[in-house]
């Protein structure tokens, strides 16, 4: 059974860091997509990120391409997600997602993903 844990969220300044991990558990030793989405009240479920197992690719949002950086273990088990120069409109609730049996698209659709975590909440003050 496939579980998805993600931690490392937290209240940071406009400006700062924070590093999001997600640790997966119970996912085949075969190619995958993990994916990073984002959430506020009310509003749709964004993607932010994949990255592609085992070879790596990735695909960043426009708003957040060249701050945040995905990246994964070589077992493929473990993905970080490193948000540097925060905003404060990157507060959200960030869930990690994962897509079996196939590499990902090129972009982040939540139809896509099958398996979601319970996601980790993202505070950005100005």
């Known amino acids: 059974q496939v579980r998805l844990d993600e931690y490392g969220g937290g209240s940071v300044q406009d400006g700062g860091s924070l590093t999001l991990t997600c640790a997966a558990f119970?996912?085949?030793?075969?190619?995958?997509?993990m994916g990073w989405f984002r959430q506020t009240p009310g509003n749709e479920r964004e993607g932010v990120a994949t990255i592609d197992w085992p070879g790596g690719g990735t695909y960043y949002a426009d708003s957040v391409k060249g701050r945040f950086t995905a990246t994964q273990d070589n077992a493929g088990n473990t993905v970080w997600l490193k948000m540097n120069s925060l905003k404060p409109e990157d507060t959200a609730m960030y869930y990690c997602?994962?897509?079996?049996?196939?590499?990902?698209?090129?972009?982040?659709?939540?139809?896509?993903?099958?398996?979601w975590g319970q996601g980790t909440q993202v505070t950005v003050s100005s």
């Open positions: 119970g996912v085949p030793r075969s190619r995958h997509c």
């Open positions: 997602a994962a897509a079996l049996g196939r590499g990902c698209s090129g972009g982040a659709q939540t139809s896509d993903f099958t398996y």
